[in-house]
T-cell receptor, first 114, second 111 residues
Framework: EPEVTQTPSHQVTQMGQEVILRCVPI?????FYWYRQILGQKVEFLVS????????KSEIFDDQFSVERPDGSNFTLKIRSTKLEDSAMYFC????????????FGPGTRLTVL | GQNIDQPTEMTATEGAIVQINCTYQ??????LFWYQQHAGEAPTFLSY????GLEEKGRFSSFLSRSKGYSYLLLKELQMKDSASYLC????????????FGGGTRLMVKP
């Protein structure tokens, strides 16, 4: 069964450093998402991406964040200058089309900012 | 905006039935979802309701009342592997089809 993959599984970085989290969506899916989950808290929406542009973003997704689909397969989330409070699990999710309901989540990248 | 409430924790016995409630207030509604999340893992889709009523899928059923802003997830014949967090999420009328999640209900199944 096709699945969403994410790399790395765990990223440790120093405060102020840039990180790039990578996702490979399911191949025929058109909508891509990033969510995050701070330890012990709820899953929070960051951004949705469709047709090579951002379709929706939350208040969390400020100027420090950006997304890209550089090569038609990877979908990346970049955090320019990480803060301690960016430590969280970051999930990529994909949706086939708006006619479908199930968003498929990747296994997540645990980001630890020291 | 969206506000979604569900109990923080529940405990039930193996073989029993448990009902996890979710209430929501939203500025727009285009479906309610239940996801299961085991500790340290990704959420996995369980069910979707957009019309009032009960949707049954094996041991799991989900109910929706749009007028009351209320849903529940019913788990029958509980198994130890059902110990997990159950996340209620709402989709609004937005271009991105994003989901807004509640805080999740941690279910502990005891022998």
């Amino acid at each position: 069964e096709p699945e969403v993959t994410q790399t790395p599984s765990h990223q440790v970085t120093q405060m102020g450093q840039e990180v790039i989290l990578r996702c490979v969506p399911i191949s025929n899916h058109l909508y891509f998402y990033w969510y995050r989950q701070i330890l012990g808290q709820k899953v929070e929406f960051l951004v949705s991406f469709y047709n090579n542009e951002i379709s929706e973003k939350s208040e969390i997704f400020d100027d420090q964040f950006s997304v890209e689909r550089p090569d038609g397969s990877n979908f990346t989330l970049k955090i320019r200058s990480t803060k301690l409070e960016d430590s969280a699990m970051y999930f990529c999710a994909t949706l086939k089309t708006r006619l479908y309901n199930e968003q498929f989540f990747g296994p997540g990248t645990r980001l630890t900012v020291l | 905006g969206q506000n979604i409430d569900q109990p923080t924790e529940m405990t039930a016995t193996e073989g029993a039935i448990v009902q996890i409630n979710c209430t929501y207030q939203t500025s727009g509604f285009n479906g309610l979802f239940w996801y299961q999340q085991h500790a340290g893992e990704a959420p996995t889709f369980l069910s979707y309701n957009v019309l009032d009523g009960l949707e049954e899928k094996g041991r799991f059923s989900s109910f929706l009342s749009r007028s009351k802003g209320y849903s529940y997830l019913l788990l029958k014949e509980l198994q130890m592997k059902d110990s997990a967090s159950y996340l209620c999420a709402v989709r609004g009328h937005n271009a991105g089809n994003m989901l807004t999640f509640g805080g999740g209900t941690r279910l502990m199944v005891k022998p």
